[in-house]
């Protein structure tokens, strides 16, 4: 990645938070932008979003950031326009990595749990020799 596509990547995240939070974040909700990946060309910006809303499911939020996403392409513009030509069509996608890693580790968990049994089972085992 170049400077300027890395450079560009920093606005809009800091950008793109500012409006998601203004004008779409629901009461009770905190919306995170968590990465911004512009392409060399620097016409697609792909936006990977993270929802915390506690007791409410998050789709719909989704579905309305994406329904909206010409809308605030152009709230985008407003802000930016001095520092591009063209404004970067907006992708935005669910950022599962806290997921994942809670996935991964319980399967560590898991494995360690396994690993620990089978070293008590060869303990008793030594023992009764």
Same mark, same amino acid.
């Given at each position: 990645?170049?400077?300027?596509?890395? &450079?560009?990547?920093? +606005?809009? =995240? %800091?950008?793109?938070?500012?409006?998601?939070?203004?004008?779409? =974040?629901?009461?009770? /909700?905190?919306?995170?932008? /968590?990465? +911004? &990946?512009?392409?060399?060309?620097?016409?697609?910006?792909?936006?990977?979003?993270?929802?915390?809303?506690?007791? &409410?499911? /998050?789709?719909?939020?989704?579905?309305?950031?994406?329904?909206?996403?010409?809308?605030?392409?152009?709230?985008?513009?407003?802000?930016? %326009?001095?520092? +591009?030509? &063209?404004?970067?069509?907006?992708?935005?996608?669910?950022?599962?990595?806290?997921?994942? +890693?809670? #996935?991964?580790?319980?399967?560590? %968990? #898991?494995?360690?749990?396994?690993?620990?049994?089978?070293?008590?089972?060869?303990?008793?085992?030594?023992?009764?020799?």
């Amino acid at each position: 990645m170049s400077i300027r596509t890395e &450079r560009l990547s920093s +606005v809009i =995240q %800091k950008d793109i938070g500012q409006i998601l939070q203004q004008n779409y =974040q629901p009461a009770g /909700t905190f919306i995170t932008v /968590t990465q +911004v &990946r512009v392409t060399d060309d620097l016409s697609i910006a792909k936006i990977y979003l993270s929802i915390f809303s506690p007791g &409410r499911e /998050t789709d719909p939020i989704y579905k309305a950031i994406d329904d909206h996403q010409d809308e605030i392409r152009y709230q985008l513009a407003s802000k930016i %326009k001095n520092q +591009v030509r &063209r404004i970067p069509e907006l992708l935005f996608y669910e950022d599962d990595t806290a997921e994942y +890693v809670n #996935k991964m580790e319980h399967l560590f %968990k #898991k494995a360690r749990e396994g690993r620990a049994d089978d070293a008590d089972e060869n303990q008793s085992d030594k023992s009764e020799a």
